[in-house]
């Protein structure tokens, strides 16, 4: 089987996917824009071959390369990069070499806010009143059905970037003044915790390993607000939001791929969509399906794709927690104490990447434990500052 990986290099924990198609028996075959010599040897080990090219969202030196890929080895089986940014380009290279998986023709409903809602309303499941407004004026009719406040994001973007809470007509004309030139969704905001389905499906649609986290707050008000964020597994599914998500997937057809699909939990068994996401949560949520498991995500996906491997047995053995900090705010405990007291659950602590940093925190630290009760006193711990009398638990 020959597979080609999009920036095998980034982010620099997927690495790990390169390394298990390789020792599942396919040819991996890397395009990136970093020099060969610049990847870390860990990277460098999991691939078959490197195609460089000077600038990745240059097309037609995609083609060139998988193109080359295609003398060098054969027809290309498959291509992905588990990363929401190159959906676009997958989707397009998979046209052109008439390759399995999501073509371009399907990404609308994948990329697309506007498109997500009519695919929810599909499923039967409740989505935030909006659609994608064109000026001012049209915002203002919008408004007058939904009223304040609302939410303004890219009908395309990705993450909580140039996105804008909306509590007066002043801040909707403030906004039209300081908005990007691209389209944009204007939705009612919804109370209510963010919570997520999370898995992989097989070539089928059924999901082979499924999982859900609970969110202190959103993406937006984290990177708006520059807070610092937990988020942690559940060890049991509600049935409900289990249903929610297995009814998404038949909806948007999920076909062996992972999935990442928002809710806000506005009651008990009540759930709004936000938004799906055909590719791995990010961050080190992949790591944290091994942590909460004991289970090797990074094989189980090479194995489905390379030998379609779908008896996968799993366990929700532990809660698993990433807890962030933020530089500059006043926390009452210090590095060494949280270390000191909780080592024997403390999994991974991470420097963030810069890049990731308004969303992930500066420092990250992830852990486990069966114990829903420790679990929220060890985030309580991490986060409580020195002008909270008490810390918030998620």
């Not at 390379?306 to 053995?317: E, M, Q, S, W």
Request: proline share 4%; aromatic share 12%.
């Amino acid at each position: 089987m020959n597979c080609v990986f999009l920036s095998p290099h980034f982010p620099s924990q997927y690495y790990h996917f390169c390394r298990q198609l390789k020792l599942a028996g396919a040819n991996v075959l890397g395009i990136g824009d970093a020099p060969y010599d610049n990847l870390l040897p860990e990277v460098r080990e999991s691939l078959t071959e490197y195609y460089r090219v000077e600038r990745m969202d240059n097309y037609d030196e995609l083609l060139r390369a998988c193109g080359h890929f295609t003398h060098r080895f054969g027809k290309i089986d498959r291509i992905d990069s588990l990363n929401e940014y190159w959906l676009s380009t997958e989707a397009r290279l998979r046209d052109d070499f008439n390759i399995f998986g999501v073509r371009s023709a399907d990404i609308g409903m994948i990329r697309h806010k506007s498109q997500m809602k009519e695919k929810f309303r599909e499923a039967g499941i409740p989505v935030a009143a909006g659609r994608v407004v064109q000026d001012l004026e049209d915002a203002r009719r919008l408004l007058a059905e939904t009223g304040y406040p609302v939410v303004a994001k890219p009908d395309a973007g990705v993450g909580a970037l140039n996105t804008f809470r909306l509590d007066t007509d002043s801040d909707l004309v403030h906004f039209f003044t300081v908005k990007p030139p691209d389209e944009y969704i204007i939705e009612s905001f919804v109370k209510g915790t963010i919570v997520s389905f999370d898995g992989l499906c097989d070539t089928a649609g059924k999901p082979i390993f499924s999982t859900s986290h609970v969110f202190s707050q959103g993406i937006m008000e984290t990177v708006n607000e520059a807070r610092h964020i937990a988020y942690y597994s559940l060890r049991e599914i509600p049935p409900a939001l289990e249903d929610a998500g297995l009814r998404c997937l038949q909806a948007f057809q999920v076909r062996e791929r992972f999935f990442h699909i928002e809710f806000f939990q506005t009651g008990g068994d009540e759930f709004t969509a936000l938004e799906v996401n055909m590719r791995p949560p990010g961050g080190f949520t992949t790591d944290m399906f091994n942590y909460a498991c004991d289970i090797d995500i990074y094989r189980i996906w090479a194995e489905l794709l390379v030998h379609n491997r779908t008896d996968i047995t799993f366990a929700r053995k532990y809660h698993c927690c990433y807890a962030s900090r933020k530089h500059g705010l006043p926390y009452l405990y210090s590095h060494e104490q949280i270390v000191d007291r909780y080592n024997d659950a403390i999994c991974r602590i991470d420097q963030v990447p810069g890049v990731f940093a308004s969303a992930l925190g500066d420092i990250g630290y992830i852990f486990r434990t069966p114990d829903f009760a420790q679990l929220q006193e060890i985030i309580t711990f991490i986060h409580q500052t020195t002008n909270e009398e008490t810390s918030h638990a998620y």
